[in-house]
């Protein structure tokens, strides 16, 4: 009986290890390894431990007046995600102005000599706004590179080896405009 129990731990152990994990960051605890790019010196973003979707998110404010910032993600969202075909990338964003807004291009991914953007039709509120996106080429993602609608080749070309995923922060033509990020989910199910 106890080898049964033990024979039922190994089958158990090995399903967990075939189910690859998809990417999640909740912030409960610190930034882990965000980086901001396109805000100057402004590297790294600015952790708080309250407030977010819930509690522990990220956030930065604009120091840079050429262009927009965005939150970048570690290394541990890159390398081969082909397993996120098909499912979703999930964001909550919000920033604490609404005024002079600029929108577009809000989440950024990169591979195999390809970027895709998604833009949504309006920028965040500065309630925690809760963003979507579907790893298929049917759900708006455009090429940097052509200017063209991706198919689902084109998302599954950069999925083979993702070598950047990011998300804008920046929507607010003026400076010092914050914006805030929890909750993130690369291949979140539908
Ligand atoms: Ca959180
Ligand atoms: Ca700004």
């Known amino acids: 009986m106890r080898r049964l129990g033990f024979l039922l731990l190994i089958i ?8 690859p994990s998809s990417p999640t960051s909740l912030f409960e605890g610190d930034d882990e390894g965000w980086l901001i790019s396109g805000n100057g010196d402004e590297t790294r973003p600015a952790y708080r431990a309250t407030g977010g979707t819930p509690n522990g998110n990220i956030c930065a404010t604009d120091a840079d007046p050429v262009g927009f910032f965005s939150f970048v993600a570690p290394p541990s969202y890159l390398g081969p995600r082909l397993e ?3 499912l979703l990338i999930t964001f909550n964003v919000r920033i604490n102005q609404q005024f002079n807004l600029q929108h577009g291009r809000d ?3 990169s591979g195999n000599g390809l970027s895709l953007s998604k833009s949504y039709p309006t920028a965040p509120a ?3 706004t ?3 996106v579907s790893l298929d080429g049917s759900s708006g993602w455009i090429v940097d590179e052509s200017g063209l609608p991706a198919t689902d080749e084109d998302v599954r070309s950069v999925l083979r080896d993702l070598t950047s995923f990011r998300i804008r922060g920046e929507f607010v033509d003026g400076p010092k405009d914050t914006a805030c990020l929890d909750s993130v989910h690369f291949g979140a199910q539908r």
Not at 12 to 19: D, E
């Open 130 to 132: 809760a963003r979507r």
């Open 12 to 19: 158990i152990a090995l399903g967990c290890s075939c189910a």
């Open 126 to 128: 500065m309630e925690w």
């Open 107 to 109: 989440v950024v991914i």
């Open 84 to 86: 996120a075909e098909g």
